[in-house]
Protein backbone atom coordinates (compact mmCIF):
# COMPACT_ATOMS: atom_id res chain seq x y z
CA UNK A 1 0.00 0.00 0.00
CA UNK A 2 1.15 3.62 -0.98
CA UNK A 3 0.85 6.32 1.79
CA UNK A 4 1.08 9.41 0.77
CA UNK A 5 3.68 11.84 3.04
CA UNK A 6 2.37 14.87 4.74
CA UNK A 7 4.46 16.72 3.14
CA UNK A 8 4.07 19.30 0.12
CA UNK A 9 7.49 20.08 -1.48
CA UNK A 10 8.16 18.69 -4.82
CA UNK A 11 11.52 16.99 -5.20
CA UNK A 12 14.57 19.58 -5.94
CA UNK A 13 16.70 18.99 -8.98
CA UNK A 14 19.82 17.38 -8.27
CA UNK A 15 23.62 18.95 -8.18
CA UNK A 16 26.31 17.40 -10.17
CA UNK A 17 24.20 14.38 -10.74
CA UNK A 18 25.70 10.95 -11.03
CA UNK A 19 25.94 9.68 -14.70
CA UNK A 20 22.78 7.92 -15.69
CA UNK A 21 21.53 5.71 -17.22
CA UNK A 22 22.38 2.29 -15.05
CA UNK A 23 19.95 0.18 -17.19
CA UNK A 24 21.81 -3.34 -17.48
CA UNK A 25 24.08 -2.83 -14.31
CA UNK A 26 25.00 -6.11 -12.70
CA UNK A 27 27.65 -4.47 -10.39
CA UNK A 28 28.53 -2.05 -7.68
CA UNK A 29 31.67 -0.80 -5.72
CA UNK A 30 30.56 -0.34 -1.93
CA UNK A 31 32.33 2.42 -0.26
CA UNK A 32 31.77 1.46 3.30
CA UNK A 33 32.83 4.97 5.17
CA UNK A 34 34.54 4.89 8.40
CA UNK A 35 32.09 5.59 10.50
CA UNK A 36 30.23 2.45 9.22
CA UNK A 37 33.09 0.61 9.15
CA UNK A 38 34.42 1.58 12.67
CA UNK A 39 30.93 1.81 14.74
CA UNK A 40 27.77 0.57 12.36
CA UNK A 41 29.21 -2.36 10.30
CA UNK A 42 25.31 -3.59 9.98
CA UNK A 43 24.52 -0.62 8.14
CA UNK A 44 27.15 -1.46 5.09
CA UNK A 45 26.01 -5.42 5.50
CA UNK A 46 22.34 -3.99 4.67
CA UNK A 47 23.48 -2.16 1.93
CA UNK A 48 25.23 -5.07 0.68
CA UNK A 49 22.12 -7.59 1.70
CA UNK A 50 19.66 -5.05 -0.08
CA UNK A 51 21.24 -4.55 -3.49
CA UNK A 52 22.41 -8.28 -3.33
CA UNK A 53 18.14 -8.78 -3.56
CA UNK A 54 17.75 -7.00 -6.42
CA UNK A 55 20.53 -9.12 -8.31
CA UNK A 56 23.29 -5.88 -7.65
CA UNK A 57 26.68 -8.07 -7.21
CA UNK A 58 29.00 -5.91 -4.61
CA UNK A 59 32.46 -5.62 -4.79
CA UNK A 60 34.08 -4.42 -1.72
CA UNK A 61 38.33 -3.23 -2.18
CA UNK A 62 39.45 -3.77 1.11
CA UNK A 63 42.16 -1.00 0.63
CA UNK A 64 39.81 1.24 0.91
CA UNK A 65 40.55 3.51 3.72
CA UNK A 66 38.87 7.24 4.62
CA UNK A 67 37.69 10.04 1.81
CA UNK A 68 39.76 12.40 3.05
CA UNK A 69 36.56 14.80 4.46
CA UNK A 70 37.64 15.38 8.23
CA UNK A 71 40.98 16.36 7.25
CA UNK A 72 39.81 18.52 4.70
CA UNK A 73 37.24 20.43 6.64
CA UNK A 74 39.59 21.24 9.33
CA UNK A 75 41.87 22.35 6.84
CA UNK A 76 44.53 19.90 6.11
CA UNK A 77 44.11 19.71 2.72
CA UNK A 78 47.56 18.27 2.01
CA UNK A 79 46.66 15.26 4.60
CA UNK A 80 43.13 15.66 2.79
CA UNK A 81 44.70 15.32 -0.55
CA UNK A 82 46.79 12.46 -0.19
CA UNK A 83 43.93 10.44 1.25
CA UNK A 84 42.19 11.33 -1.72
CA UNK A 85 44.82 10.37 -4.01
CA UNK A 86 44.38 7.01 -2.43
CA UNK A 87 40.80 6.87 -2.79
CA UNK A 88 41.16 7.52 -6.23
CA UNK A 89 43.67 4.53 -6.99
CA UNK A 90 41.38 2.30 -5.19
CA UNK A 91 38.25 2.73 -6.44
CA UNK A 92 40.15 3.05 -10.17
CA UNK A 93 38.31 0.44 -11.46
CA UNK A 94 34.69 0.56 -10.27
CA UNK A 95 31.72 0.84 -12.26
CA UNK A 96 29.63 2.82 -10.05
CA UNK A 97 30.67 3.29 -6.07
CA UNK A 98 27.97 3.25 -3.56
CA UNK A 99 28.13 5.30 -0.07
CA UNK A 100 25.88 5.04 2.88
CA UNK A 101 26.01 8.57 3.05
CA UNK A 102 25.29 11.62 1.48
CA UNK A 103 28.42 13.65 3.43
CA UNK A 104 31.09 11.08 2.38
CA UNK A 105 28.80 11.06 -1.50
CA UNK A 106 29.41 14.99 -1.66
CA UNK A 107 32.90 14.74 -0.71
CA UNK A 108 34.10 12.84 -3.94
CA UNK A 109 31.53 14.72 -5.45
CA UNK A 110 32.60 18.19 -4.40
CA UNK A 111 35.40 18.14 -2.49
CA UNK A 112 37.83 16.36 -4.29
CA UNK A 113 37.20 18.55 -7.64
CA UNK A 114 38.19 21.73 -4.69
CA UNK A 115 41.10 19.68 -4.33
CA UNK A 116 42.27 19.56 -7.46
CA UNK A 117 41.52 22.15 -8.63
CA UNK A 118 45.02 23.33 -9.69
CA UNK A 119 46.15 19.82 -10.52
CA UNK A 120 44.26 18.72 -14.33
CA UNK A 121 45.37 15.05 -14.40
CA UNK A 122 44.14 14.52 -10.99
CA UNK A 123 40.59 16.88 -11.77
CA UNK A 124 40.26 14.78 -14.11
CA UNK A 125 40.68 12.02 -12.43
CA UNK A 126 38.12 12.89 -9.82
CA UNK A 127 35.67 14.17 -12.59
CA UNK A 128 35.78 10.49 -13.90
CA UNK A 129 34.91 8.92 -10.30
CA UNK A 130 32.46 11.90 -9.09
CA UNK A 131 30.46 10.84 -12.25
CA UNK A 132 29.95 7.10 -11.19
CA UNK A 133 29.59 7.82 -7.42
CA UNK A 134 26.47 7.29 -5.63
CA UNK A 135 24.41 8.01 -2.60
CA UNK A 136 22.36 4.72 -1.31
CA UNK A 137 18.76 5.93 -2.15
CA UNK A 138 19.61 7.72 -4.79
CA UNK A 139 21.58 4.97 -6.45
CA UNK A 140 18.00 2.46 -5.83
CA UNK A 141 15.62 5.74 -6.80
CA UNK A 142 17.42 7.74 -9.38
CA UNK A 143 19.90 5.08 -10.69
CA UNK A 144 17.91 1.80 -10.96
CA UNK A 145 14.35 3.20 -10.79
CA UNK A 146 13.33 0.93 -7.52
CA UNK A 147 11.77 1.99 -5.02
CA UNK A 148 9.98 -0.87 -3.02
CA UNK A 149 12.34 -3.56 -1.86
CA UNK A 150 9.20 -5.58 0.05
CA UNK A 151 9.42 -3.55 3.57
CA UNK A 152 7.23 -3.66 5.76
CA UNK A 153 6.46 -2.26 9.33
CA UNK A 154 4.01 -1.53 11.94
CA UNK A 155 4.45 2.02 12.82
CA UNK A 156 5.02 5.50 12.94
CA UNK A 157 7.68 6.15 10.42
CA UNK A 158 9.46 9.88 10.34
CA UNK A 159 12.26 10.95 8.20
CA UNK A 160 15.07 13.37 9.19
CA UNK A 161 17.09 15.44 5.79
CA UNK A 162 20.77 15.05 6.42
CA UNK A 163 22.80 18.52 5.64
CA UNK A 164 25.03 17.16 3.48
CA UNK A 165 22.47 14.87 1.19
CA UNK A 166 20.03 17.96 0.89
CA UNK A 167 22.17 20.83 0.53
CA UNK A 168 25.39 19.46 -0.93
CA UNK A 169 23.81 16.52 -3.44
CA UNK A 170 20.33 17.68 -3.96
CA UNK A 171 18.94 14.32 -2.80
CA UNK A 172 15.40 14.98 -1.51
CA UNK A 173 12.68 12.75 -2.92
CA UNK A 174 14.59 9.29 -3.19
CA UNK A 175 14.66 8.12 0.82
CA UNK A 176 11.06 9.78 0.79
CA UNK A 177 10.18 7.35 -2.16
CA UNK A 178 11.43 4.23 -0.63
CA UNK A 179 9.59 4.78 2.55
CA UNK A 180 6.70 5.57 1.00
CA UNK A 181 6.50 2.06 -0.19
CA UNK A 182 7.13 -0.02 3.21
CA UNK A 183 3.86 -1.41 3.81
CA UNK A 184 1.76 -0.70 7.06
CA UNK A 185 3.82 2.32 7.73
CA UNK A 186 2.16 5.83 8.89
CA UNK A 187 4.65 8.15 7.81
CA UNK A 188 4.84 11.53 10.30
CA UNK A 189 6.41 14.54 9.27
CA UNK A 190 9.13 15.75 11.54
CA UNK A 191 9.28 19.38 12.16
CA UNK A 192 12.13 20.50 10.83
CA UNK A 193 13.12 17.60 8.91
CA UNK A 194 15.69 19.21 7.39
CA UNK A 195 17.57 21.34 10.17
CA UNK A 196 20.76 20.13 11.29
CA UNK A 197 21.12 17.44 14.30
CA UNK A 198 24.14 19.71 15.42
CA UNK A 199 26.70 16.61 14.97
CA UNK A 200 28.77 18.23 11.92
CA UNK A 201 31.90 16.24 12.32
CA UNK A 202 34.17 18.82 14.49
CA UNK A 203 32.05 20.93 14.74
CA UNK A 204 29.74 19.15 17.78
CA UNK A 205 33.47 19.30 19.49
CA UNK A 206 34.20 22.70 18.81
CA UNK A 207 31.05 24.55 19.41
CA UNK A 208 30.01 21.95 22.12
CA UNK A 209 27.05 24.28 23.30
CA UNK A 210 25.42 25.26 19.70
CA UNK A 211 25.67 21.44 18.62
CA UNK A 212 23.77 21.05 22.28
CA UNK A 213 20.71 23.22 21.94
CA UNK A 214 20.85 22.23 17.98
CA UNK A 215 20.48 18.49 18.84
CA UNK A 216 17.89 20.20 21.73
CA UNK A 217 15.63 21.09 19.39
CA UNK A 218 15.95 18.16 17.12
CA UNK A 219 14.80 15.69 19.89
CA UNK A 220 11.80 18.02 20.92
CA UNK A 221 10.55 17.60 17.47
CA UNK A 222 10.86 14.12 17.13
CA UNK A 223 8.76 13.51 20.54
CA UNK A 224 6.22 16.41 19.12
CA UNK A 225 5.68 14.31 15.61
CA UNK A 226 5.39 10.83 17.63
CA UNK A 227 7.74 8.78 15.51
CA UNK A 228 8.44 5.12 16.49
CA UNK A 229 11.30 5.73 14.38
CA UNK A 230 13.29 8.07 12.79
CA UNK A 231 14.98 7.00 9.09
CA UNK A 232 17.96 9.10 8.10
CA UNK A 233 20.87 8.52 5.22
CA UNK A 234 23.89 9.61 7.72
CA UNK A 235 25.61 7.09 10.65
CA UNK A 236 26.96 10.77 12.04
CA UNK A 237 23.31 11.71 12.36
CA UNK A 238 22.09 8.41 13.84
CA UNK A 239 24.84 8.69 16.73
CA UNK A 240 24.33 12.12 17.77
CA UNK A 241 20.26 11.80 17.59
CA UNK A 242 20.20 8.40 19.03
CA UNK A 243 22.81 9.47 21.94
CA UNK A 244 20.08 12.07 22.72
CA UNK A 245 17.27 9.93 22.42
CA UNK A 246 18.59 7.93 24.78
CA UNK A 247 20.08 10.44 27.43
CA UNK A 248 16.41 12.20 26.97
CA UNK A 249 14.80 8.36 27.91
CA UNK A 250 13.03 9.25 24.77
CA UNK A 251 11.44 5.75 22.91
CA UNK A 252 12.19 6.38 19.38
CA UNK A 253 15.12 5.68 18.01
CA UNK A 254 17.03 6.64 15.09
CA UNK A 255 18.13 4.28 11.92
CA UNK A 256 19.71 4.33 8.87
CA UNK A 257 17.74 3.82 5.79
CA UNK A 258 19.39 0.79 4.65
CA UNK A 259 18.94 -0.98 7.79
CA UNK A 260 15.66 -0.12 8.15
CA UNK A 261 14.64 -1.34 5.10
CA UNK A 262 17.01 -4.75 5.01
CA UNK A 263 15.46 -5.37 8.85
CA UNK A 264 12.09 -5.21 7.95
CA UNK A 265 12.39 -6.60 4.24
CA UNK A 266 10.46 -9.98 3.32
CA UNK A 267 12.41 -12.71 2.82
Request: charged fraction near 20%; hydrophobic fraction near 45%.
Amino acid sequence: MMVEWPHGSQPRALTSAPSLPLSGLRKATLFVTCLVDTFYPEVGEAVVDLLEGIGIAVDFPADQTCCGQPAYNAGYWDEARALARRFLDVFAGADVVVAPSGSCAAMIRHGYLELFADDPPALARARDLAARTWEFSQFLVDGLGITDVGARFAGKVAYHASCHLTRELGVVEPPRALLRQVAGAQLVELPGHDECCGFGGLFAIKMAEISSAMLARKLSNIAHCGADVVVLNDVSCMMQINGGLSRARQTARAVHLAQFLAEHRDR
